[in-house]
């Protein structure tokens, strides 16, 4: 399970973009509420989510997605769900994908030291330890960051490729039409 953490003033399209990409994938996905079910985004898009943060079950998660935006990722990191949901995947080797200023949440948690890593400009001094790359997506270990809106699909994409390989992420890439 793909469990996509939505707080208060996330950037819609790097989560929706993400989700529909992974979905097409045949990856069952969760949005999750970090603070309610119904969300606002950063620009006024109001979504249900599939589940609260209290119904998030361990036992299945394969990944944790966080995307961006202000106040968005703020909210995520006051969030003590998204907190223990980041270390649950740490502690055993999940995928942890975070875009634009996201990574900044992981980054404050020491995640990011040694790895390579990429956020939206002005964010990188909270990727501690982090080897700052120009690349818009990163994938290092099992730590997926990207740039910010404009690579919500690459990110997407990148997620769906870790977790079904490269034959899968090709062929939705060719379905969408993607260029």
Known sequence: MVYVFLAEGFEE?????????LRR???????????NSAVKGAHNITFNTDIRETDIDY????????????????????SKA???????????????????AAPSVIGKMGLLKGKK????????????????TEQPVVTDGNII????????SEFGFSILKAIKGESISSKVKKDMQYL
Do not use: H, R
């Open 13 to 21: 399209i790097e989560a929706i973009s993400p989700i529909d990409i």
């Open 25 to 35: 994938g045949g990856v069952e996905v969760k949005t999750v509420g970090a603070q």
């Open 59 to 78: 036992k299945e998660l394969e990944a944790v997605v966080l995307p961006g935006g202000m106040p968005g990722t703020a909210n995520l990191g006051k």
């Open 82 to 100: 998204v907190l223990s949901a980041i270390e649950y995947a740490k502690e055993n080797g999940k995928l942890i994908c975070a875009i634009c």
């Open 117 to 132: 890593a990429i956020c939206y400009p002005g964010f990188e001094k909270y990727l501690k330890g982090a080897k700052i």
């Open 145 to 152: 960051t990207a740039k910010g809106p404009g690579a919500a």
